[in-house]
């Protein structure tokens, strides 16, 4: 069980708007910043958003990051077929003194 | 070109040790925390362990895990960062990742947050 809480799995149609959701607590979200990260399979994570909102440059801005209070969560608009990857959220956790991933959800392109 | 190149997994018994190794090259290593993450065959990701700077002290934090089994450190000199693993169990098996955490650019003095480099990952496996 993930500390993080996302759906397992996302889709919809190209040139869509898909919204991926991240649930967590005080001890993480609710008082630190949220990471997302995208995982083509077999490749290595890149980082997609960080803290909370802002886009590392060469991310397209079809891309956007949000939180409030103890969610977060990542919109990709305009959906395109290389977006069909896993996506993780982030955030440090101040119980447990350590960085939380969530469990990852599988965003599939129709 | 900016890259960080693991090494060092392989086959081990449980109960065994290994050591890994990160060298890091185009960036300011010395100037950026750095992470180990990993990820089991078909699972998801799982941050592993953290060391800051020298200047924040070189202090490291271990996920539940992985404390008191296993070590991060590194040689600034070398450009490099290193994972002792020690008591390994079956469920340590994974692709470790070595990743940035934050970094400071000397060069532009700006801060980069996030993971935002990443290598290729070495295989480790436990099994008897």
């Known amino acids: 069980q993930s500390v993080l809480t996302q759906p397992p799995s996302a889709s919809g149609t190209p040139g869509q708007r898909v919204i991926i959701s991240c649930s967590g607590s005080s001890s993480n979200i609710g008082n630190n910043y949220v990471y997302w990260y995208q995982q083509v399979p077999g490749t290595a994570p890149k980082l997609l958003i960080y803290?909370?909102?802002q886009r590392p440059s060469g991310v397209p801005d079809r891309f956007s990051g949000s939180k409030s209070g103890t969610s977060a969560s990542l919109s990709v608009s305009g959906l395109r077929s290389e977006d069909e990857a896993d996506y993780y959220c982030a955030a440090w956790d101040d119980s447990l003194s350590g960085r939380v991933f969530g469990g990852g959800t599988k965003l599939t392109v129709l | 070109e900016v890259q960080l190149v693991e090494s060092g997994g392989g086959l081990v018994k449980p109960g065994g040790s290994l050591r890994l190794s990160c060298a890091a090259s185009?960036?300011?290593?010395?100037?950026?925390?750095m992470s180990w993450v990993r990820q089991a065959p078909g699972k998801g990701l799982e941050w592993v362990g953290r060391?800051?700077?020298?200047?924040?002290?070189?202090?490291?934090d271990h996920a539940a895990p992985v404390r008191g089994r296993f070590g991060i450190s590194r040689d600034d000199s070398k450009n490099t960062l290193y994972l002792e693993m020690n008591s390994l169990k079956t469920e340590d098996t994974a692709l470790y990742y070595c990743?940035?955490?934050?970094?400071?650019?000397?060069?532009?003095?700006?801060?980069?947050?996030?993971?935002?480099?990443w290598g290729q990952g070495t295989t480790v496996t436990v099994s008897s």
């Open positions: 060391i800051k700077t020298k200047t924040d002290g070189e202090t490291t």
């Open positions: 990743t940035t955490d934050r970094r400071y650019d000397i060069l532009t003095g700006y801060y980069y947050y996030g993971m935002d480099i």
């Open positions: 803290r909370n909102n």
């Open positions: 185009g960036f300011s290593f010395s100037n950026a925390w």
